[in-house]
């Protein structure tokens, strides 16, 4: 079945650093992926839409210069969170829908998350 | 606006059966998942309906009714490594997927 890898699995950063998660499709391509941020006991919150060659889409309130997004290829998506502060730590996730018309229509897959803690 | 709505914690006792309910009024319907998720994990994908009716597979199974704008997951037999979030998703008419805050299922012996 489909596959998405996210790395790092886990980081710890010092304030004012930027980290980088990379979010790869393994076994398919993916024109869209989506990067999630969850909080403790909390439902996951959709902060943006990464698209294939193209800007991403930011949801209301996710701020565009914090959070770069980068989609270069069908199978890559990388989310930065620049200039890192401790209130920036959660558990990112991504998750990747495969688009070939053979594809179950059920066709989300997730990573399996990155938990960032900023020191 | 949108809203998904899931109760917030259930218990049940391992062995028996329990049913979570998700309530949803969304701009458009194109299908309702279910996820599990174990904490400080990811979640993985349990079950996808987009006509009424049930939808067995295995222990668990989902049902919808997109009249009543419902769904239900029921999950058989319970077993201790069930005890997980259970989120429920509609994926509407812009094929975006809103997410109910989830319920805790905690499986007592």
């Known amino acids: 079945g489909a596959v998405v890898s996210q790395h790092p699995s886990r980081v710890i950063c010092k304030s004012g650093t930027s980290v980088k998660i990379e979010c790869r499709s393994l076994?398919?391509?993916?024109?869209?992926m989506f990067w999630y941020r969850q909080f403790p006991k909390k439902s996951l919150m959709l902060m943006a839409t990464?698209?294939?060659?193209?800007?991403?889409?930011?949801e209301q309130g996710v701020e565009k210069d914090k959070f770069l997004i980068n989609h270069a290829s069908l199978t890559l998506s990388t989310l930065t969170v620049t200039s890192a502060h401790p209130e920036d730590s959660s558990f990112y996730i991504c998750?990747?829908?495969?688009?070939?018309?053979?594809?179950?229509?059920?066709?989300?897959?997730f990573g399996s998350g990155t938990r960032l803690t900023v020191v | 606006g949108q809203n998904i709505d899931q109760p917030t914690e259930m218990t049940a006792t391992e062995g028996a059966i329990v049913q979570i309910n998700c309530t949803y009024q969304?701009?458009?319907?194109?299908?309702l998942f279910w996820y599990q998720q174990h904490a400080g994990e990811a979640p993985t994908f349990l079950s996808y309906n987009v006509l009424d009716g049930l939808e067995e597979k295995g222990r668990f199974s989902s049902f919808l009714s997109r009249s009543k704008g419902y769904s239900y997951l029921l999950l058989k037999e319970l077993q201790m490594k069930d005890s997980a979030s259970y989120l429920c998703a509609v994926r509407d008419s812009n094929y975006q997927l809103i997410w109910g805050a989830g319920t805790k299922l905690i499986i007592k012996p």
């Open positions: 990464s698209n294939e060659g193209s800007k991403a889409t930011y």
């Open positions: 969304t701009s458009g319907f194109n299908g």
């Open positions: 998750s990747a829908r495969d688009e070939d018309l053979s594809a179950p229509l059920y066709g989300y897959t």
């Open positions: 076994d398919f391509q993916a024109t869209t």
